[in-house]
């Protein structure tokens, strides 16, 4: 090469370093922003269409519900200032905020309360909230800061579902003026943040609301890109393009929580990793059920996959919600799952057969947690065929009954209600259920008609831990959400797992 | 000339209502018979089997295949592509909102490639016989061997996470806001008077445009040094020499033009894939584009968003044949002649 080519050459890569090199993006923060690498994007803009928990903390960033929890979880006052369930159950009595005002400025409204819990339900809208509030025959306003929700069967968990999915407020005059399909490309709501920006599956621009209600945000303006790729979202606050992040490997949180300007998390959530069973099949003897259960290691799970930090369970509930059984413990141990065995007469020679469904990246460590159960079912002679599902074939195949006998699944709830667990997975009436005998499933529908809160929280208890004794269901752990920030990046950590926003806030 | 291209293209047009036709059976078919049903994903998570069975008959998934197919395919010929079990609105929206970033990432991805290529092709021709060549040619073979989505991550890991040179993340910096005229950003950017936000866009661009075009490269290179190779064997060459011209001059001048027409078609061919090879750059860079929505589409069973979008990429891949074809005429006269 001629020297002066040669000097061409480096003249011009040294421009094209100075040109890319000082025009790239500046990823720092300026304390009024955050920019948050998010797994996953809304189904839409209608927070009453679609039930999708991922999406809950992207919702309450935009709009309000009715019932607030706090950090705790503890049921707190939001758009309702108060609310009184009948002893019935049949009623529920509200009053709302009078200083609440939409992101267009118009003012909340009772109306607005009975729009989108009852009228657009009963115009007859494919809304996922249709079916929570299928009980509801009316919203009665009886002052412009009061109402019912009038029931036409018991509802003791309405409280909870107000402030569960799907429970968002939507203005009325503005949806009815835009329509369906305009409000979902121009959504409004009275949260915290209004919305700026939004391009499906790639990113949203949220921006301060500035006539909130509540606390105003400490931060100015969101950006949440909507990351799917684990190593991309990785990728993404290792090099400072992100200050947050969600649901990456737990192997990546201790990396990342290593380095000097991030932290690493690994939180307990209100999410329960749970095997769904059958009564019949293989499992319609007890003895393999329970045996199924005592063979396996819940400690050596979490520490294998979630570097320890996900709690063994003996009932389907975390502990600190009201389902969990204080003292109650269904013990690790290999004799007693080889008596049981024996007793019904097998051994390894002639071993039980069971076929076990799973996920495969539905949630973390999913499939990798089926084979480590199958090699634990090996050492006392259990053999277990996996059977890789689609998440979107897990429901069909449970309304159809066409599961197999063990179902490796995650069951989120964020109200932590004994309703959401045990109820939903054990009514044989209801299509989250694989277990359809009538015990413990007549009391769990005694349960859901039970208006008395105390009464209601010790029926659960009772029936949680029946349910594990009777190998009703084998709840293996509480999940974890794992999260790393940038270190000088504040939030405020829910029991559930929501990474709100609004709670943000630069030290 | 122009009678004869627009000939050419009516005729590719023509034939390409059967390949349409054929296409979308071969999507409905298969689709319908998946284990699947699109009426239970519909539907609310609570909702009863009798919901479901309702479901099913609104959908008209109770009638036989062939019955579902003529509906569909009536309904698409009048603009109505269905509505999405998953986002419960408009298909055609969706598509619409999506295929320019699409469109752009491709087109980008394929300028990369296409220069890398044709660059490559002429490095390595201009080295034949050399050891230079030998190192060149394990190069593509390497560069070959990798799929397009660990090219995704290995540009990432080392362009934005080592040296922070480049951003992976979506389209835009968090501080610019995305003007919408067209949906295509970076048109959008010059229409409405934005270059700062235009060449920001730019560089959220390269990284899953190269990731693309690195994969599209080598065939391009190959096939480029093997019709190079064929052409220096023709006359015109030895008496360009004989004439004195410099060997540069020739190879650009001449072997060049005359080597091209056969890697032109290879292009065509080569977005075709390139255009399917966004799937997992798009999710990888969480780029909006079309690929996207197909991966949501796959994982929800979202039937009407799949037969729509695989559709789409048919429609595309025609179409950049009948343009491939078209140029091929223009750039060979002997084609015109017969």
Same mark, same amino acid.
């Given at each position: 090469m001629k020297r002066r080519s040669l000097l061409q050459m480096i003249a011009l890569g040294t421009a094209g370093a100075k040109i890319f090199g000082g025009a790239a993006p500046a990823f720092a923060q300026d304390g009024r922003s955050v920019t948050i690498a998010w797994p996953s994007d809304v189904p839409s803009w209608d927070p009453n269409q679609r039930f999708q928990p991922d999406a809950q903390p992207l919702f309450k960033s935009v709009f309000d519900q009715p019932i607030e929890q706090d950090a705790e979880l503890n049921f707190v006052p939001s758009l309702f200032t108060e609310w009184e369930l009948a002893d019935d159950g049949l009623s529920l009595s509200f009053s709302i905020r009078d200083d609440v005002v939409f992101h267009d400025g118009t003012p909340m409204t009772m109306e607005d309360i009975r729009f989108t819990f009852y009228e657009r339900v009963a115009s007859g809208e494919?809304?996922?909230?249709a079916n929570t509030w299928r009980n509801l025959e009316d919203i009665e306003i009886l002052s412009p800061t009061s109402g019912v929700f009038v =029931?036409?069967? &018991?509802? &003791?968990t309405a409280p909870q579902w107000l402030a569960f999915m799907g429970s968002f407020v939507v203005p009325k005059a503005y949806m009815e003026e835009v329509g369906v399909e305009g409000f979902r490309e121009r959504p409004i709501g009275t949260g915290p943040y209004k919305i700026v920006e939004y391009q499906m599956n790639s990113r949203i621009v949220f921006e301060r609301h500035e006539e909130y209600w509540g606390e105003m945000p400490a931060i100015q303006r969101v950006t949440v890109n909507i990351v799917r790729d684990p190593s991309a979202r990785v990728a993404a606050v290792q090099s400072g393009q992100a200050h947050l992040t969600i649901n990456v490997p737990v192997r990546e949180v201790e990396r990342l929580g290593a380095m000097p300007q991030l932290e690493g998390e690994i939180n307990p959530i209100t999410r329960v990793i749970l095997l769904q069973l059958r009564h019949d099949m293989a499992f319609d003897d007890q003895n393999v059920r329970l045996a199924v259960h005592h063979a396996i290691n819940k400690q050596a799970l979490s520490q294998a996959f979630y570097g320890g930090a996900a709690v063994p369970l003996s009932v389907v509930a975390p502990p600190g919600t009201p389902g969990y059984v204080e003292g109650f413990e269904f013990p690790y141990d290999l004799d007693r799952a080889r008596e049981l065995l024996a007793a019904s007469g097998f051994s390894p020679d002639n071993p039980v057969r069971f076929t076990m469904a799973t996920t495969n990246?539905? =949630? &973390?460590?999913d499939y990798d947690i089926a084979r480590a159960l199958v090699q634990m079912w090996g050492e006392v002679g259990i053999e277990v065929t996996l059977d890789v599902i689609e998440y979107a074939r897990y429901f069909e195949l449970n309304r159809g009954n066409q599961l197999p006998e063990a179902t490796l699944y995650s069951w989120d709830n964020a109200t932590g209600d004994p309703e959401i667990f045990t109820g939903y997975l054990l009514n044989p009436q209801m299509p989250f259920s694989a277990w359809k005998a009538e015990q413990p499933g007549d009391r769990v529908l005694e349960l859901f008609a039970e208006p008395d809160y105390e009464t209601r929280i010790a029926g659960y208890q009772q029936v949680n831990r029946d349910a594990t004794e009777m190998g009703a269901t084998m709840p293996l752990l509480q999940s974890v959400q794992t999260l790393v920030r940038d270190g000088g990046l504040n939030y405020r950590r829910y029991g559930n797992g929501w990474v709100l926003p609004a709670s943000m806030s630069w030290s | 000339m122009t009678a004869t291209i627009a000939k050419l293209v009516m005729r590719r047009f023509l034939v390409a209502i059967p390949t349409l036709l054929f296409v979308s059976i071969l999507l409905f078919v298969v689709l319908r018979i998946l284990p699947v049903d699109p009426a239970a994903m519909s539907v609310p998570p609570n909702a009863t089997l009798a919901e479901i069975e309702r479901m099913r008959e609104q959908m008209g998934l109770h009638l036989p295949i062939p019955q579902q197919y003529l509906i569909w395919l009536g309904d698409l010929l009048r603009g109505d592509f269905g509505t999405s079990t998953h986002f419960r609105t408009g298909v055609a929206g969706l598509v619409a909102t999506t295929l320019p970033a699409t469109i752009e990432l491709a087109v980008m991805g394929m300028i990369l490639g296409g220069g890398l290529g044709l660059c490559g092709g002429l490095l390595i021709f201009y080295f034949r016989d050399t050891r230079t060549e030998a190192a060149l040619d394990v190069g593509t073979i390497a560069v070959l061997s990798l799929p397009d989505f660990l090219w995704a991550l290995f540009l990432m890991l080392v362009f934005?996470?080592?040296?922070?040179i480049l951003p992976f993340t979506g389209r835009l910096s968090p501080d610019l806001d995305r003007p919408v005229v067209t949906g295509f950003l970076l048109l959008d950017t010059l229409i409405t008077g934005q270059p700062k936000t235009f060449v920001n866009a730019l560089y959220h661009m390269i990284l899953p445009a190269m990731a693309l075009g690195i994969s599209a490269a080598p065939p391009i290179i190959r096939v480029l040094r093997s019709s190079l190779l064929d052409t220096y064997q023709e006359d015109f060459i030895h008496q360009a020499r004989l004439r004195g011209l410099s060997e540069r001059r020739i190879l650009l001048r001449h072997g060049l033009k005359n080597a091209i027409l056969p890697t032109l078609s290879l292009m065509g061919v080569q977005f075709g894939f390139l255009f399917g090879g966004t799937l997992l750059v798009e999710i990888i860079f969480s780029y909006p584009g079309m690929g996207n929505l197909m991966v949501d589409a796959i994982r929800n069973t979202d039937l009407p968003i799949i037969q729509t979008v695989g559709l789409t990429y048919c429609v595309m891949v025609l179409l950049v044949s009948i343009t491939v074809d078209s140029l091929y005429l223009i750039l060979n006269p002997k084609l015109r002649a017969r």
């Open positions: 494919n809304l996922d909230i =029931f036409n069967a &018991p509802t &003791p990246g539905h =949630f &973390p460590s | 934005g996470v080592v040296w922070q």
